[in-house]
């Protein structure tokens, strides 16, 4: 499985983003998939995943009611929509893919398939 993000870029604080992450490969509807994040001279965070079957979401606190995760599974794409963006949302973020677990997980570990980031900047 191979994953593509993209859709980032510079925004000003209280503007919005949208990310797509598009999969190739064996892909698989049921999969799990989420966004991570590494802000600078920090460790990677989990932002938010979203099962393959069920559509059941979850999201890291710090972005609750501003970003939105969503999957379009005709095209094998997942999205993360993000508004209201905060200067410390600025990050690198990146796709993954549990390839056939369909439950929900908040760790990194649990990934199997990673894309390679697409950056995001919020300046204040």
């Known amino acids: 499985v191979q994953l593509q993000a993209s859709g980032g870029g510079l925004v000003q604080a209280g503007g919005s983003l949208r990310l797509s992450c598009a999969a190739s490969g064996r892909t698989s509807s049921t999969s799990t998939m989420a966004w991570f994040r590494r802000a600078p001279g920090k460790e990677r965070e989990f932002v938010a995943a979203i099962a393959g079957s069920s559509g059941f979401t979850r999201y890291a606190d710090s972005v609750k009611g501003r970003f939105t995760i969503s999957r379009e599974n005709a095209k094998n794409t997942v999205y993360l929509q993000m508004n209201n963006l905060k200067p410390e949302d600025t990050a690198v973020y990146c796709c993954?893919?549990?390839?056939?677990?369909?439950?929900?997980?908040?760790?990194?570990?649990?990934?199997?398939?990673w894309g390679q980031g697409t950056e995001v900047t919020v300046s204040s």
């Open positions: 993954a893919s549990r390839g056939l677990i369909g439950v929900v997980t908040t760790a990194a570990t649990g990934y199997v398939y």
